[in-house]
């Protein structure tokens, strides 16, 4: 007898249960296999969509068949080119084991002309498979090494398929993949993905890094879409906190404001508010200081009380947030944890921890657990699966939480309650003694979820995506998240095959409240930008990306005149019309390096006297510094106004030297100083002059970044490795010869290179050699 959960998790390509009326109609492919894909018109429109229109990014939610849109897509081009090679990649093995299953399924193809490829196949198989394969399914690592190796060639394929496309950023294998594809000049790309993203420059990027020249949407409530989708009931639980954990926020709290009190008085921060201290704004602090620190070459000791406050601070705050959205118990685990830290303890976990204000609190969250409170999130919780399950016995449930500690404690107490047998579901990583699960262990509690063993997980963001989990009945939000991303992507592990609801918990007056807001605007926003831009496909911007980097061809009224670039931010300073006075042509864009372009290998960064000091203060210059040496052959600083004034800041003397210093010798940028903007304007006008009439060459925006050498690039390697800095790094591979004579060495060899210790070597071994979990 087929139980109801089966009956549930059957074929994706069947009638939803509420449609029965609807009359069945099957797609004909001679690739798709007869009377199995049952044919909806917004699955067939979205791929004749990308037929016509080309290079497409589909953004659906889940549930809706992107990957039957897919596998029609890949029927077409097959059906146009039967020798093609169609590659389906996505982010995970279990990811790709599951879509290698639907291929089978559904496709007319033999079983051996379907592969699948991962890190786990040998090389040379893999080689193998891919010459006899005609679809190939695999995770993007695994076809970049192979396309370096040259192993298999982009020349062969025919359509490539990137789902979850909105990883296609940064340095991710995506980029890296089509970049090789887009060279080839042949074939096509579909992008598959829920939710691309709330900023538009990242939707941009994603668009561009994909060469996609047309985006398709598709809703829940579209038309076409209402008789195939499943409603999805959002709620909110909000609690309130017991009086216990306000009066230790305030402890908290109380300590956290003398930590912000110092940073202000060092003038790293514009307030002493508490709301301007948050995580990323600390880290650039942080860097702020440690710049600070190494232009006066450790002589000025005070700021080393900066450096202790800020670190504190960030220890603080996250014993804040682990107290409004945890609970005590998570609370006292980490303050537990920083006590028993092996080594030497830092000053600033020192000062933390023996502060009166969290001897305090350790006392008071010590008591609470030891009366069995954990959070009024956790009673909310378990009356939401108590009558889940009352009322529905044979479904199931999915509880997210943001941290290891809280998620073993909430499985165990979940277990304790009549009706609910829950498993803990986390990443591959260990965290500290407590181990992460293997592919196969988190492989076995799905089966143990689907087949109904177990009915509820209580998992970290790997359950988000990426992995093959069934769809699920209920999905509760113990902590709300600030992405869009993130918040979809939970929320679409339910509705899936039938009604679905999400709870999603909230600690009145607490960062819960601003993140579940934060997430919702942010959907919103995402879905203005996308329709706005699909408005727009076919613009240069989107469907075109880096043809714009050439001044000329998008600005045919300069009529060979001097042109120059300028960032739109600068736009105040009347620089530009200074520049347009002395007969330049002005593009005003913004710029991602420098403040104007004037010439194909110049960038340049215009600063007044006030702002050269500050940025020096906040860190900004350094990065400023590093992005136009990186991006520009010749980058170049104007500092504008009395120089004199330099030296007249809150700054010491010295801490200007040095900084001057270091941008001539070790940035290796040059200075130029300046009277007015007027004189600043002329110093662009006369180098504009000289590279475009003396030079005849197009001024470029760079978007990319110049190569490394392959010494620069295997010290780079090296220096990413915990407490190794440029020196070290160097050792090492004199030591060792090379990258992969550092990664064989064994503990007692690293020791043997001048200031590798015991603890460091240690923390380099388990860089090099813990098993990889991909953070979501």
Same mark, same amino acid.
């Given at each position: 007898?087929?139980?109801?959960?089966?009956?549930?998790?059957?074929?994706?390509?069947?009638?939803?249960?509420?449609?029965?009326?609807?009359?069945?109609?099957?797609?004909?492919?001679?690739?798709?296999?007869?009377?199995?894909?049952?044919?909806?018109?917004?699955?067939?429109?979205?791929?004749?969509?990308?037929?016509?229109?080309?290079?497409?990014?589909?953004?659906?939610?889940?549930?809706?068949?992107?990957?039957?849109?897919?596998?029609?897509?890949?029927?077409?081009?097959?059906?146009?080119?039967?020798?093609?090679?169609?590659?389906?990649?996505?982010?995970?093995?279990?990811?790709?084991?599951?879509?290698?299953?639907?291929?089978?399924?559904?496709?007319?193809?033999?079983?051996?002309?379907?592969?699948?490829?991962?890190?786990?196949?040998?090389?040379?198989?893999?080689?193998?498979?891919?010459?006899?394969?005609?679809?190939?399914?695999?995770?993007?690592?695994?076809?970049?090494?192979?396309?370096?190796?040259?192993?298999?060639?982009?020349?062969?394929?025919?359509?490539?398929?990137?789902?979850?496309?909105?990883?296609?950023?940064?340095?991710?294998?995506?980029?890296?993949?089509?970049?090789?594809?887009?060279?080839?000049?042949?074939?096509?790309?579909?992008?598959?993905?829920?939710?691309?993203?709330?900023?538009?420059?990242?939707?941009?990027?994603?668009?561009?890094?994909?060469?996609?020249?047309?985006?398709?949407?598709?809703?829940?409530?579209?038309?076409?879409?209402?008789?195939?989708?499943?409603?999805?009931?959002?709620?909110?639980?909000?609690?309130?906190?017991?009086?216990?954990?306000?009066?230790?926020?305030?402890?908290?709290?109380?300590?956290?404001?003398?930590?912000?009190?110092?940073?202000?008085?060092?003038?790293?921060?514009?307030?002493?508010?508490?709301?301007?201290?948050?995580?990323?704004?600390?880290?650039?602090?942080?860097?702020?200081?440690?710049?600070?620190?190494?232009?006066?070459?450790?002589?000025?000791?005070?700021?080393?009380?900066?450096?202790?406050?800020?670190?504190?601070?960030?220890?603080?705050?996250?014993?804040?947030?682990?107290?409004?959205?945890?609970?005590?118990?998570?609370?006292?685990?980490?303050?537990?944890?920083?006590?028993?830290?092996?080594?030497?303890?830092?000053?600033?976990?020192?000062?933390?921890?023996?502060?009166?204000?969290?001897?305090?609190?350790?006392?008071?969250?010590?008591?609470?657990?030891?009366?069995?409170?954990?959070?009024?999130?956790?009673?909310?919780?378990?009356?939401?699966?108590?009558?889940?399950?009352?009322?529905?016995?044979?479904?199931?449930?999915?509880?997210?939480?943001?941290?290891?500690?809280?998620?073993?404690?909430?499985?165990?107490?979940?277990?304790?309650?009549?009706?609910?047998?829950?498993?803990?579901?986390?990443?591959?990583?260990?965290?500290?003694?407590?181990?992460?699960?293997?592919?196969?262990?988190?492989?076995?509690?799905?089966?143990?979820?689907?087949?109904?063993?177990?009915?509820?997980?209580?998992?970290?963001?790997?359950?988000?995506?990426?992995?093959?989990?069934?769809?699920?009945?209920?999905?509760?939000?113990?902590?709300?998240?600030?992405?869009?991303?993130?918040?979809?992507?939970?929320?679409?592990?339910?509705?899936?095959?039938?009604?679905?609801?999400?709870?999603?918990?909230?600690?009145?007056?607490?960062?819960?409240?601003?993140?579940?807001?934060?997430?919702?605007?942010?959907?919103?926003?995402?879905?203005?930008?996308?329709?706005?831009?699909?408005?727009?496909?076919?613009?240069?911007?989107?469907?075109?990306?880096?043809?714009?980097?050439?001044?000329?061809?998008?600005?045919?009224?300069?009529?060979?005149?001097?042109?120059?670039?300028?960032?739109?931010? &600068? $736009?105040?300073?009347?620089?530009? !019309?200074? @520049?347009?006075?002395? %007969?330049?042509?002005?593009?005003?864009?913004? /710029? #991602?390096?420098?403040?104007?372009?004037?010439?194909?290998?110049?960038?340049?960064?215009?600063?007044?006297?006030?702002?050269?000091?500050?940025?020096?203060?906040?860190?900004?210059?350094?990065?400023?510094?590093?992005?136009?040496?990186?991006?520009?052959?010749?980058?170049?600083?104007?500092?504008?106004?009395?120089?004199?004034?330099?030296?007249?800041?809150?700054?010491?003397?010295?801490?200007?030297?040095?900084?001057?210093?270091?941008?001539?010798?070790?940035?290796?940028?040059?200075?130029?100083?300046?009277?007015?903007?007027?004189?600043?304007?002329?110093?662009?006008?006369?180098?504009?002059?000289?590279?475009?009439?003396?030079?005849?060459?197009?001024?470029?925006?760079?978007?990319?970044?110049?190569?490394?050498?392959?010494? &620069? $690039?295997?010290?780079?390697?090296? !220096?990413? @490795?915990?407490?190794? %800095?440029?020196?070290?790094?160097?050792?090492? /591979? #004199?030591?060792?010869?090379?990258?992969?004579?550092?990664?064989?060495?064994?503990?007692?060899?690293?020791?043997?290179?001048?200031?590798?210790?015991?603890?460091?070597?240690?923390?380099?071994?388990?860089?090099?050699?813990?098993?990889?979990?991909?953070?979501?």
């Amino acid at each position: 007898m087929v139980s109801e959960k089966e009956k549930k998790q059957d074929d994706l390509t069947k009638e939803p249960e509420k449609n029965k009326t609807i009359a069945k109609e099957f797609i004909k492919n001679k690739f798709i296999k007869p009377e199995i894909v049952e044919k909806r018109k917004y699955q067939a429109k979205l791929a004749e969509s990308v037929a016509k229109e080309g290079n497409s990014l589909v953004v659906a939610p889940t549930a809706l068949g992107k990957t039957i849109v897919a596998v029609l897509v890949a029927a077409d081009v097959l059906e146009k080119k039967p020798t093609g090679k169609i590659l389906f990649l996505a982010p995970t093995k279990p990811l790709c084991e599951q879509h290698r299953n639907t291929i089978l399924k559904l496709m007319n193809l033999e079983n051996e002309s379907i592969a699948l490829l991962t890190g786990t196949t040998p090389a040379k198989k893999r080689a193998k498979e891919w010459e006899k394969a005609t679809v190939i399914i695999a995770t993007p690592q695994t076809i970049e090494n192979d396309f370096r190796k040259e192993r298999v060639s982009a020349k062969d394929i025919s359509l490539i398929i990137f789902d979850e496309a909105h990883r296609a950023v940064g340095e991710y294998a995506y980029v890296y993949i089509a970049k090789k594809f887009k060279k080839t000049k042949g074939g096509l790309v579909l992008a598959l993905t829920a939710s691309p993203g709330g900023k538009e420059a990242h939707v941009k990027e994603v668009c561009r890094n994909l060469n996609i020249k047309n985006i398709e949407i598709k809703g829940l409530e579209d038309e076409d879409v209402v008789p195939y989708s499943h409603e999805i009931k959002v709620e909110w639980r909000v609690v309130e906190l017991p009086e216990e954990f306000n009066s230790m926020i305030k402890l908290i709290e109380h300590f956290m404001q003398k930590q912000a009190d110092v940073l202000y008085k060092f003038r790293l921060s514009k307030t002493n508010s508490l709301k301007g201290f948050g995580k990323a704004r600390l880290i650039e602090m942080q860097a702020a200081i440690r710049k600070r620190i190494q232009a006066s070459h450790g002589k000025n000791m005070s700021i080393f009380a900066a450096a202790t406050a800020a670190a504190a601070l960030m220890k603080a705050s996250h014993a804040h947030t682990l107290l409004e959205t945890q609970g005590v118990t998570a609370l006292y685990s980490y303050l537990d944890r920083e006590r028993k830290k092996e080594g030497k303890v830092s000053r600033a976990t020192s000062m933390f921890l023996s502060s009166m204000e969290m001897l305090q609190v350790n006392k008071m969250a010590e008591e609470i657990a030891g009366k069995g409170i954990i959070h009024p999130k956790f009673d909310a919780l378990t009356k939401v699966l108590k009558q889940q399950f009352e009322e529905k016995p044979d479904s199931s449930a999915i509880v997210f939480n943001h941290y290891r500690d809280s998620i073993k404690k909430l499985n165990e107490e979940l277990n304790k309650i009549k009706g609910i047998k829950s498993e803990r579901f986390v990443g591959q990583a260990a965290r500290g003694k407590e181990k992460g699960m293997t592919q196969k262990e988190q492989a076995e509690k799905i089966e143990e979820l689907k087949e109904g063993k177990i009915n509820c997980i209580v998992a970290s963001s790997v359950a988000e995506e990426g992995l093959d989990i069934p769809s699920v009945d209920l999905v509760v939000f113990y902590e709300p998240v600030p992405s869009e991303i993130r918040f979809i992507q939970r929320r679409g592990r339910t509705g899936r095959l039938a009604e679905g609801k999400a709870v999603i918990l909230m600690a009145k007056g607490t960062r819960d409240e601003a993140y579940y807001w934060t997430s919702v605007n942010k959907e919103k926003k995402m879905h203005r930008i996308l329709h706005k831009m699909k408005k727009d496909t076919g613009d240069e911007e989107i469907s075109k990306g880096e043809k714009q980097t050439t001044l000329n061809s998008f600005t045919p009224e300069s009529d060979g005149k001097i042109t120059v670039f300028a960032d739109i931010r &600068e $736009q105040e300073s009347g620089i530009a !019309e200074l @520049l347009e006075e002395l %007969g330049c042509v002005v593009v005003k864009k913004q /710029l #991602e390096v420098g403040d104007y372009i004037p010439g194909k290998e110049i960038a340049i960064e215009r600063k007044s006297i006030s702002d050269f000091v500050s940025s020096i203060v906040d860190g900004r210059l350094s990065k400023q510094l590093i992005n136009m040496a990186e991006s520009y052959e010749r980058p170049l600083i104007i500092v504008e106004g009395d120089r004199e004034k330099l030296f007249e800041t809150n700054v010491h003397r010295n801490a200007i030297i040095g900084m001057l210093t270091s941008i001539a010798l070790n940035y290796r940028v040059p200075i130029l100083f300046t009277e007015s903007k007027r004189e600043t304007a002329q110093y662009i006008y006369v180098i504009a002059k000289r590279e475009q009439e003396d030079k005849g060459s197009d001024v470029r925006l760079r978007i990319g970044r110049k190569g490394l050498t392959l010494g &620069e $690039q295997q010290r780079f390697v090296v !220096e990413s @490795l915990p407490l190794i %800095g440029p020196k070290m790094a160097r050792s090492l /591979l #004199e030591k060792f010869g090379s990258v992969k004579g550092i990664v064989n060495a064994q503990s007692k060899e690293l020791q043997k290179v001048e200031n590798m210790g015991q603890k460091k070597a240690k923390l380099v071994r388990q860089v090099l050699l813990s098993e990889y979990e991909e953070k979501k």
